[in-house]
């Protein structure tokens, strides 16, 4: 019970496919309150998503590009609970056109979405629970590996880079308060989102060869149970730090991947 008595904000829900899915239920097992958000015509899928952990959890508007929802939420959050013990920021977004194999062809506004609401985003949820967090409260953020290029990953791959900085920067910010910041660099991981990005899919089944340990896609517990440790009181003197949970690809290289991947 690693997180026993711990009230946790987590976004990007979707279905039972997506991480934050699994670390909300692992985050339950070991004692948690959970909270979601979501917004639009997705929060239909969040809410039924919600209905399979136990207890059910709310899910509360957050639109993480809209400073009013920002606003409304913090003070939503200081209603229900009064603090806020950690937050988990399972937030991307790219247009079409920004990702696919199209990185020369993307236009200004495109890339600027990618960055606003990937990268910038991860500071607007710091802005959400950093005021409701005391000494040990846990910032996370989910994270693949930006420090090479990967195939057809274009404007999100420059939006993960970009996001890893943010995180270093509210290490520097939130530290002296007490408040953690860490990111988790995940293997691919079959998502909702991981789903439209073309080509995704052949590095997910190529990943498992190349990972010293294995890897597979369709479990996200082991990115779920690094997410807790992180959370936790465990890891109270870790900050800007990037966990990798990848199955080892990242420590053998890019390279070790096969031709065409």
Same mark, same amino acid.
């Given at each position: 019970?690693?997180?026993?008595?711990?009230?946790?904000? *987590? =976004?990007?829900?979707?279905?039972?496919?997506?991480?934050?899915?699994?670390? @909300?239920?692992?985050?339950?097992?070991?004692?948690?309150?959970? *909270?979601?958000?979501?917004?639009?015509?997705?929060? &239909?899928?969040?809410? &039924?998503?919600?209905?399979?952990?136990?207890?059910?959890?709310?899910?509360?508007?957050?639109?993480?590009? $809209?400073?009013a929802d920002i606003a409304?939420?913090?003070?939503?959050?200081?209603?229900?609970?009064?603090?806020? $013990?950690?937050?988990?920021?399972?937030?991307?977004?790219?247009?079409?056109?920004? *990702?696919?194999?199209?990185?020369?062809? #993307?236009? &200004?506004?495109?890339?600027?979405?990618?960055?606003? =609401?990937?990268?910038?985003?991860?500071?607007?949820?710091?802005?959400?629970?950093?005021?409701?967090?005391?000494?040990?409260?846990?910032?996370?953020?989910?994270d693949f590996d930006a420090?090479?290029?990967?195939?057809?990953?274009?404007?999100?791959?420059? +939006?993960?880079? +970009?996001?890893?900085?943010?995180?270093?920067?509210?290490?520097?910010?939130?530290?002296?308060?007490?408040?953690? @910041?860490?990111?988790?660099?995940?293997?691919?991981?079959?998502?909702?989102? @991981?789903?439209?990005?073309?080509?995704?899919?052949?590095?997910?089944?190529?990943?498992?060869? +190349?990972?010293?340990?294995?890897?597979?896609?369709? $479990?996200?517990g082991p990115v779920a149970?690094? +997410?807790?440790?992180?959370?936790? $009181?465990?890891?109270?003197?870790? #900050?800007?730090?990037?966990?990798?949970?990848?199955?080892?690809?990242?420590?053998?290289?890019?390279?070790?991947?096969?031709?065409?991947?």
């Amino acid at each position: 019970m690693i997180l026993e008595g711990k009230k946790l904000l *987590i =976004t990007g829900v979707v279905n039972r496919h997506s991480i934050g899915f699994a670390i @909300a239920e692992r985050a339950q097992q070991e004692g948690a309150e959970v *909270i979601l958000t979501s917004f639009g015509r997705v929060k &239909r899928m969040t809410e &039924r998503s919600a209905a399979r952990l136990d207890p059910e959890p709310a899910v509360l508007d957050l639109d993480i590009n $809209d400073d009013a929802d920002i606003a409304a939420l913090r003070a939503e959050l200081e209603r229900r609970w009064g603090r806020v $013990d950690g937050a988990v920021h399972a937030i991307a977004f790219a247009p079409g056109d920004a *990702i696919g194999g199209q990185f020369m062809q #993307t236009p &200004r506004e495109s890339a600027k979405v990618a960055f606003e =609401t990937s990268a910038y985003s991860f500071k607007a949820l710091a802005e959400v629970v950093a005021p409701l967090m005391g000494e040990g409260g846990a910032l996370l953020g989910l994270d693949f590996d930006a420090t090479v290029a990967w195939p057809s990953y274009d404007w999100m791959g420059v +939006a993960k880079a +970009a996001l890893e900085s943010v995180n270093r920067y509210l290490a520097r910010e939130l530290g002296p308060g007490g408040v953690r @910041a860490n990111l988790v660099s995940a293997g691919p991981v079959h998502t909702a989102a @991981a789903s439209g990005i073309s080509g995704f899919s052949q590095l997910e089944s190529l990943w498992g060869e +190349a990972a010293p340990l294995g890897w597979d896609p369709r $479990d996200a517990g082991p990115v779920a149970d690094t +997410a807790l440790f992180l959370l936790s $009181d465990l890891s109270r003197a870790i #900050t800007g730090e990037i966990v990798h949970v990848d199955g080892g690809v990242h420590a053998v290289g890019a390279a070790a991947l096969p031709p065409g991947a």
